[in-house]
């Protein structure tokens, strides 16, 4: 009511302008131009991250894209908290800025101030800690229950079948059937997040991508109808560590196959951590070849048999050894480390996402204290050790 009235005021006055105080000023060109530099210093902005800190009326947001910025939140900023997964806001229910935690997940609706380092906050859409990780944990026992994993060895699209490399049938791998009405999704190149991923075709899927379905397996488990899918094309790297640049969370590692230097960066969503001493030691056994087998370290985007790896199991796999289990598991209870704990020449493995030509690589999976496996005899192929992990971890997370 208020702008309609101010607007009909200006349309009365065609040559002056309204300010405070009713008073008025005659319109220049200089009015004209300072009013269009303040609407677009204002530009109106959405945010989306995780809650890092809360002072006063300010909260310090986690951008996913691993920059920080500050939320600005008014007398008039309208909160309200929704559940993970929900397409409208008609259950989100009001709540106060003293409700709101440190881990929530937001969606900020505003304008930009401070040259972009700030956001004056009209209202906040709030996903809490509490309700994502229930979801999550839904979602991850549903994929772990109903899913399989592995690299895609081959794609058959008149037949509509994709062939996994799995460890299930003696090494013969799982022909992934694809419906009309299977739901096919696609990380973004830059992103590992299962919100990021969007609808995409099958003949997008290539051998070498790593996928993970849910749906209905075989008895054999040579068979599975797939109800969803999402693969990806993610880096895999295995080599020591070169330079740590902290203040630009970035490290830079000498790739054990091509000899060249590769930077990743650490966002808050990478998973730091580090293999105790017996446990790579494990698994630098178990990934040993049978007798009278070649002992080299694979090249790059070479893949070896799954059977060279019984740690790369899937879940419920009789296969799977006694020592380590299923890997997701496994490496879930791996001590998590800060990139301040990482060293010059520590030997690691890393899944990292592809990159873009404006957004750098970066890591998902970081692993350290893998000297064992970089120095066994059939070590040193981070794909093949960490494809069972690599999409079992965010599948079907989405908030």
Sequence with gaps: MIRRKRLLLELSIPAMVIVAGLTAVPFTRANSVAAETEQASQKTVRPVGAVKAVRGNTILLALDSGSDIDVI?????????????QNDLKGATPIQLADV??????????TSISGDKSVAASSLIVMTRTDIAERQARNREDWQKRGVGGLVSAVDLTSKTITLSTSHAGGKGTAIHVANGTILRRYAPDSTRFDDATIAPLDQIKPGDQLRARGTRSADGTEFDAVEIVSGSFRHIAGTIAAIDANKNTVSITDLATKKLVVVKIVADSQIRKLPPMIAQRLAMSSKPTP??????????????PRANPM????GDASAPTTGGDLQQMLSRVPAVTIAELHKGDAVMVVAT?????????????????????????????????????LASSSGEGE
Excluded: C, H, K, Y
């Design 312 to 315: 790369g199991a899937t879940p």
């Design 354 to 390: 592809q990159g873009t030509a404006t957004n750098e690589s970066r890591a998902i999976m970081f692993l350290s204290g893998v000297e064992p496996l970089l120095t066994s005899p059939n070590g040193g192929d981070a794909a093949t050790l960490l494809s069972p992990w690599d």
């Design 101 to 110: 935690q440190v881990g929530d997940r937001i969606l900020v609706r505003g």
């Design 73 to 85: 939140v008014q007398d008039s900023t309208r909160i309200i908290r929704t559940a993970p997964g």
């Design 292 to 305: 009278g087998t070649a002992q080299r370290v694979p090249s790059t985007g070479e893949r070896r048999s």
